[in-house]
């Protein structure tokens, strides 16, 4: 069985990677002119808000939401079916180092959707901002930084590529559909959303071994592309936010489960003192 046995759809085939590799080693740079007007616009955004009253743009959000799960769901199937084949036929160390994920038959047109999209996600504070939601760091730190990385990367075809954007791929095609009918209405248990958030841990956790085999295999003169400023760069990114999706964790969940557990605690002392 080789890799043409995975179905390839016609604009797959069609898609011109050297083209779209070449664009990005030439414009790679723009990401920091998108995180410049990202960063302007939520600055200047909150502060126009808060003269105005609050935006409802409900059915915008479910559109919003529900594009973005369906395009990382056929994302997620097509890296992720390319990736099993890899890791099933040739291995843990070929699934990591080999850059035919950049220009294979399936996941090249995947690998460049990936990077180009995380320009427009840039579009979830938008809802944010023009809804008065709260913005916390994790959010505008991840959006921003995710997409300076992934276009830094991509030009260099780096080794953990296959694997950084599948993960991200999966999380994310979970996440909008939470966000997809949470935005329709559905009232969609709690236990779903620590399930994200702890998904989102592990693919941090994830990420850091990869950077750590590709160091190793690197320090070991095996071929597996990449270079120390990649590493250290990916590895201080996956770091930070292991750490910000874990204090978010406790916050959200822990801390909020323990405040709503004192306050029924306070609630039932009160009513027996009334009887």
Known sequence: MSVLALQEYEFEKQFNEDEAIRWMQENWKKSFLFSAFYAAFILGGRRVMKRREKFE???????????????????????GSYMTYILMTKGLKQSVCDQSFYNGPVSKFWAYAFVLSKAPELGDTLFIVLRKQKLIFLHWYHHMTVLLYS???????????????????????VMYSYYALRAVGFKVSRKFAMFITLTQITQMLVGCVVNYLVYSWMQQGQECPSHMQNIVWSSLMY??????????????????TKEAAAAKTEATAAARKTQ
């Not at 919003?64 to 395009?71: E, G, I, K, N, P």
């Not at 991509?154 to 994310?172: E, I, Q, R, S």
């Not at 770091?239 to 909020?256: G, M, N, P, T």
């Open 57 to 79: 743009l409900r059915k915008p959000l479910v559109l919003w939401s529900l594009t973005l799960a369906v395009f990382s769901i056929f994302g997620a199937v097509r890296t």
């Open 151 to 173: 276009w830094y990367s991509y030009k260099d075809m780096v080794a953990g590529g296959g694997w950084f954007m599948t993960m991200n791929y999966l999380v994310h095609a």
């Open 239 to 256: 770091l930070s936010y292991f750490v910000l999706f874990c204090q978010f964790f406790h916050e959200a969940y822990i801390d909020k």
